[in-house]
């Protein structure tokens, strides 16, 4: 399974959702008919989407079977994915044989071996996306990283690490 965002929350009075999507574009997950809705630790459920649109920076969903307020804040929290099954094959010998999805959760080095903290999502600036590096051991303190080609040196998707020219004092 592949995580494309989460839920926000409950969107209005009759059952619609608030979810931050994880994709590249706001409108990524609107081309999925069925999402799987769970914690990430195996616990994924099918769900059949009723409706999606996009509304600003997040999306918003109607799920079948949820149909209030009550019934939807109860989705709150949990993991939006996607099997990866379903989604385009990324090319392996091109820039970018990875989704976002799979940089969550990397240990994050500099060049130095300095360890940096663990990726804990991404942003979308404009100008240049931007990793969210979360560090447990600085008291939870987040780092923001460039996610450009001039600062991210290797990402290694087997050892869950990525190797960055980025120095602890940035």
Same mark, same amino acid.
């Given at each position: 399974?592949?995580?494309?965002?989460?839920?926000?929350?409950?969107?209005?009075?009759?059952?619609?959702?608030?979810?931050?999507?994880?994709?590249?574009?706001?409108?990524?997950?609107?081309?999925?008919?069925?999402?799987?809705?769970?914690?990430?630790?195996?616990?994924?459920?099918?769900?059949?989407?009723?409706? /999606?649109?996009?509304? #600003?920076?997040? @999306? =918003?969903? $109607? !799920?079948?079977?949820?149909?209030?307020?009550? +019934?939807?804040?109860?989705?709150?929290?949990?993991?939006?994915?996607?099997?990866?099954?379903?989604?385009?094959?990324?090319?392996?010998?091109?820039?970018?044989?990875?989704?976002? /999805?799979?940089?969550? #959760?990397?240990? @994050? =080095?500099? $060049? !130095?071996?300095?360890?940096?903290?663990?990726? +804990?999502?991404?942003?979308?600036?404009?100008?240049?996306?931007?990793?969210?590096?979360?560090?447990?051991?600085?008291?939870?303190?987040?780092?923001?990283?460039?996610?450009?080609?001039?600062?991210?040196?290797?990402?290694?998707?087997?050892?869950?690490?990525?190797?960055?020219?980025?120095?602890?004092?940035?």
């Amino acid at each position: 399974m592949v995580v494309m965002g989460h839920v926000v929350g409950p969107f209005g009075v009759s059952g619609w959702i608030k979810i931050f999507p994880y994709t590249e574009n706001v409108d990524g997950l609107l081309g999925y008919p069925v999402w799987w809705l769970g914690t990430g630790s195996g616990d994924w459920r099918r769900h059949r989407v009723a409706a /999606s649109e996009v509304h #600003g920076s997040i @999306v =918003v969903a $109607l !799920l079948e079977q949820y149909d209030d307020r009550t +019934a939807a804040m109860r989705l709150k929290g949990l993991q939006v994915g996607v099997p990866r099954s379903q989604l385009p094959v990324l090319p392996e010998n091109g820039e970018y044989g990875y989704y976002w /999805s799979d940089l969550i #959760g990397l240990e @994050v =080095v500099n $060049l !130095l071996g300095e360890e940096l903290g663990v990726v +804990a999502g991404l942003l979308e600036t404009g100008a240049n996306d931007v990793l969210q590096v979360q560090n447990s051991k600085e008291g939870g303190s987040e780092r923001l990283v460039p996610f450009i080609s001039e600062i991210i040196v290797k990402v290694d998707l087997k050892a869950r690490r990525m190797t960055v020219d980025w120095g602890m004092d940035y």
